[in-house]
C-alpha cells in the first residue's frame, strides 16, 4: 500500500522540545475512517439506521465491540454486538485495499525516523494494527505499538497513550500525540501531552 492521500493543506510543524511521538491508527496515518464508516453504516442498515460521519467521529478511538454495543445501545438494534462486529469487520476487509497513508501525517515519519522515538496508540485489535501497519509498508518505524489488547481503559481514558510513553521511556509532558477523533484528543489531553488534530491537514 504505497499509495498517499495527497489533497494536503499544509505542512505539520513539530513544537520545538517535544522528546517523543505518538500516532492514532486509523484516520491519522492511514486514511482509514471513511471506510469503517462505510461499513458500519451497511451493518447497521438493515435495521433501519443511519447516520451522519460528523456523528461517527465522535464515537471513534474504542475497540470495535465497544462501538458496536454503543450502536445498538443508542438506536436499539436488535442484534449481537458480536455478530454486529463480525458484519462490520467483514466489510472492512473487502476495502482495505482503498486505504491511503496520509502524507502530512507520513512526512513526519520520515523526518524524525531514526532521531526521536515513535510508537503507536491506536484503539484497533493487535492484529488488525500489525496487518495494517505492515501493508502499509511503516511498521518498522515505530518502537512500540499500543492496542486494545494492551490495556484495560480506552480513549478518552489516558491509558493508551501513558502506556505509549512508557514504553518509548519518554515523560507525558515531552510527548505529543496525533489524533483524528475527538475521544483520542481528549484521551491525550488527559494524559498531560500535547496533541496536534491531523484531520485539517487533510480534508
Known amino acids: 500500500m504505497s499509495e498517499v492521500k495527497e489533497n494536503v493543506t499544509d505542512k505539520i510543524i513539530v513544537p520545538e522540545g517535544v ?81 491511503v497513508l496520509v502524507k502530512a501525517v507520513n512526512e513526519v515519519l520520515e523526518q524524525y525516523k531514526g532521531k526521536l522515538p515513535m510508537a503507536v496508540g491506536t484503539g484497533a485489535s493487535r492484529d488488525r494494527a500489525q496487518k495494517l501497519l505492515t501493508d502499509a509498508g511503516i511498521i518498522d518505524l515505530f518502537d512500540a505499538i499500543v492496542t486494545s489488547d494492551d490495556v484495560d481503559n480506552y480513549k478518552p481514558h489516558p491509558d493508551t497513550f501513558l502506556k505509549a510513553a512508557k514504553l518509548i521511556d519518554v515523560a507525558p509532558e515531552d510527548c505529543i500525540v496525533f489524533e483524528d477523533g475527538h475521544l483520542g484528543i481528549d484521551a491525550a489531553i488527559t494524559a498531560g501531552m500535547q496533541v496536534i488534530d491531523v484531520k485539517p491537514f487533510y480534508e
Open 19 to 99: 522528546k517523543g511521538l505518538i500516532f492514532d491508527m486509523d484516520g491519522t496515518l492511514v486514511d482509514s475512517t471513511p471506510i469503517h464508516y462505510q461499513a458500519w453504516l451497511d451493518a447497521c442498515a438493515p435495521f433501519g439506521v443511519s447516520y451522519d460521519y460528523d456523528f461517527f467521529i465522535t464515537l471513534t478511538g474504542r475497540p470495535v465491540l465497544e462501538l458496536s454495543k454503543d450502536l445498538i445501545q443508542r438506536f436499539d438494534m436488535d442484534i449481537e454486538p458480536i455478530e454486529l462486529v463480525r458484519i462490520k469487520e467483514s466489510l472492512v476487509e473487502k476495502n482495505l485495499d482503498k486505504v
